[in-house]
């Protein structure tokens, strides 16, 4: 079946531009997941959605991030005024619930010029 | 707070030599602890996992046995072949539905 779909799969944009990216998680999945991570590093979490609503955001390292689940499927991660700092690949993971392993999509990698 | 701890790479073995990629952990409670791979130009997948002290977890002739005593879980694999480069991040959850923290990753490169 299909996995997690993360689009796009490259996005370069300028310095002070907003930008989003999408997840669409395997169907039926109530737990979704971004992470961010830089060259040479793991992942680092940033927000968790459990059906609609973020269940953790602790992990956004500021106001520029937010991220929304209106239907409890699809996800957009919103950047504003983004910076050169935030260039790394951004990682969307779904889940079928509590004790189910993670599965990741293959990422979108952000470039700010 | 949680945090995993695993070995600097890169590491570089011949085909069929032993393999060990070494993780220690901090945790608050009582941790799950994961193996992550990550194949060139794919996305994380799970490799193998361990929920309780003394667990070990197997998969494709890797293995990793929860050791709570030293708050370790080790990554071994007897014969690792080409197909095996990737990079492998150890990682741990505190309880079910809480994020995964992720180690910064081992890349391994098998060579012929």
């Known amino acids: 079946g299909a996995g997690v779909s993360q689009t796009p799969s490259n996005k370069v944009t300028e310095k002070g531009k907003y930008v989003e990216l999408r997840c669409d998680p395997i169907?039926?999945?109530?737990?979704l997941y971004w992470y961010r991570q830089s060259l040479g590093q793991g992942p680092e979490f940033l927000i968790y959605?459990?059906?609609?609503?973020?269940?953790?955001d602790s992990g956004l390292p500021n106001d520029r991030f937010f991220a929304v689940r209106p239907e409890g499927s699809v996800s957009t991660l919103k950047i504003q005024r983004t910076e050169r700092g935030d260039s790394a690949v951004y990682l969307c993971?779904?889940?079928?619930?509590?004790?189910?392993?993670?599965?990741f999509g293959n990422g979108t990698r952000l470039t700010v010029t | 707070g949680n945090s995993v701890t695993q070995m600097e790479g890169p590491v570089t073995l011949s085909e069929e030599a032993f393999l060990t990629i070494n993780c220690t952990y901090t945790?608050?409670?009582?941790?799950?602890l994961f193996w992550y791979v990550q194949y060139p130009g794919e996305g994380l997948q799970l490799l193998l996992k361990?929920?309780?002290?003394?667990d070990k977890g197997s998969n494709k002739g890797f293995e990793a046995t929860y050791r709570k005593e030293t708050t370790s879980f080790h990554l071994e694999k007897g014969s690792v072949q080409v197909s095996d480069s990737a990079v492998y991040f150890c990682?741990?959850?505190?309880?079910?539905?809480?994020?995964?923290?992720f180690g910064k990753g081992t890349r391994l490169s098998v060579i012929a």
């Open positions: 993971a779904s889940s079928g619930g509590q004790n189910s392993p993670l599965h």
């Open positions: 169907s039926g999945h109530t737990a």
């Open positions: 959605f459990q059906g609609t609503g973020a269940a953790d």
């Open positions: 945790a608050t409670g009582y941790p799950s």
């Open positions: 361990a929920t309780k002290a003394d």
């Open positions: 990682a741990l959850t505190v309880s079910g539905n809480t994020p995964l923290v």
